[in-house]
């Protein structure tokens, strides 16, 4: 189950989310977000697997399709993904995306 | 003489081999004999060095690079390398009547027509067995093939068009015809399944961080994962029968770990009892088990259908 941290909710290894939305104060350090909603918070490690990313910032972990509609762009492993104009963008090619 | 590219990205050796089994024998000596000079080129996504050369002679294998650094892009790279026609055929697609393939190519003797759907979506074209007319893709601004989302903004209600989709609409509105194949007779020469290669890419890339309770939940819950996990049931019977090797092993052996083991998925069925989800797994089941058993066939061999559906399904 996620843990409140100071207001935060930090996502962990081991966690399995499917259709979840999560906002602006959330942390993921290692969990598995299947077609999920991410709203502005932290992405530090984990699996980030079809859904939207609307804003925040990815710095670690594994992009496998889904929309990368906004946010920064730090580091981790873009395997596939879309932008905000629905183009399709191959592995490698990760945000910023022109 | 005119030339044919055969097309198909993949992700795991064994699905190949038994692929290309498919492919060298009854597709490539088929069309060679239409007249057609023909070339094979599988793509591999990820673990290219499981694929041995052996058993992929004939046939070129390329990888990740500049030009197709992944299976979405190795699409458009094919279309660059093919000259007159180009088939594309997913790793999970089995032509098992190479002459009745090729006789589709007489459909483009019609110069507006782009391409034959040979397993449709939907009774839609769909890129899991396509014969393109090379010039009329070529046509469409680049990149061609890949999937797109239209209204991305309206998520989850945007439309994700599927790899190849866009270039369909886009040919259909200049005017060019797109043949579409219909289920019934898609089914009498093309053995396809769904889902297969997505079971064992999640089993690869999170099962063990998610753990196995959380991955059977998924498998259970999703029928597009169900299907996937059943559908490697029986390729894997069948790939042991033909190779006498494990299918999809995990990293101790265990057939089928690598997707899901019989006494698991058998297990899953099991907890299944909405009447509505059986019997939608049921009629995905029956359609899988008639394509295997077709590819059986073509190897003159009995197959058992592993012994999966629960009794008290047939009650319901």
């Known amino acids: 189950m996620p843990e409140l941290l100071d207001q935060r909710l930090v996502l962990n290894s081991g966690e399995f989310y499917h259709r979840r939305a999560f906002g602006e104060n959330t942390i ?4 598995v977000l299947l077609e999920c909603e991410w709203s502005g918070g932290i992405f530090e490690s984990g699996v980030w697997m079809g859904g939207i990313f609307r804003a925040g910032e990815f710095r670690g972990g594994t992009f496998w399709g889904g929309i990368f509609w906004d946010g920064t762009w730090v580091s981790g492993k873009w395997e596939s993904g879309f932008d905000r104009n629905g183009r399709y963008h191959p592995r490698t090619d990760h945000p910023p995306h022109s | ?32 004999d ?18 041995r050369e052996k058993d992929f002679q004939g046939a070129t294998l390329c990888a990740p690079g500049p030009r197709a650094r992944d299976f979405m892009e190795f699409y458009d790279f094919a279309l660059v390398e093919a000259h007159d026609f180009l088939l594309i055929l997913d790793a999970d697609a089995f032509i098992v009547d190479g002459a009745w393939a090729t006789s589709q190519l007489l459909r483009f003797e019609d110069p507006s027509v782009s391409a034959v759907s040979l397993v449709p979506r939907k009774n839609s074209p769909a890129i899991y067995a396509i014969l393109c007319r090379c010039e009329h893709f070529r046509e469409l601004t680049p990149p061609v093939f890949p999937g797109h989302y239209q209204s991305p903004e309206s998520w989850p209600n945007s439309i994700n068009l599927q790899p190849g989709d866009l270039a369909f609409q886009r040919l259909l509105a200049a005017g060019k015809k797109i043949i579409t194949i219909d289920v019934q007779e898609s089914e009498r020469h093309v053995a396809n399944f769904h889902g297969t290669t997505v079971v064992r890419l999640c089993r690869d890339l999170f099962a063990d961080q998610i753990g196995d309770s959380q991955f059977e939940d998924l498998i259970q819950r999703e029928r597009y994962y169900t299907v996937g996990a059943y559908d490697n049931a029986l390729l894997g019977a069948l790939y042991e029968r033909l190779f006498d090797e494990a299918y999809a092993p995990d990293c101790s052996g265990t057939p089928l770990g690598g997707s899901l083991s019989l006494p698991r998925l058998r297990s899953i069925l099991t907890r299944i009892s909405k009447p509505e989800q059986r019997s939608t797994l049921r009629r995905w089941f029956e359609s899988s088990d008639r394509a295997i058993l077709s590819m059986a066939a073509h190897e003159s061999i009995d197959l058992a259908i592993p012994d999966l559906i629960p009794q008290d399904w047939n009650a319901s």
């Open chain 1, 28 to 31: 993921n350090r290692g969990a």
């Open chain 2, 1 to 32: 003489m005119q030339r044919l590219l055969i097309a198909s990205p993949h992700c795991y050796a064994d699905l190949a081999r038994l692929w290309y089994r498919f492919v060298r024998r009854d597709l490539v000596p088929s069309f060679a």
């Open chain 2, 34 to 51: 239409a007249g057609y000079q023909v070339t094979v080129v599988i793509y591999r996504d990820v673990n290219a060095q499981q694929f």
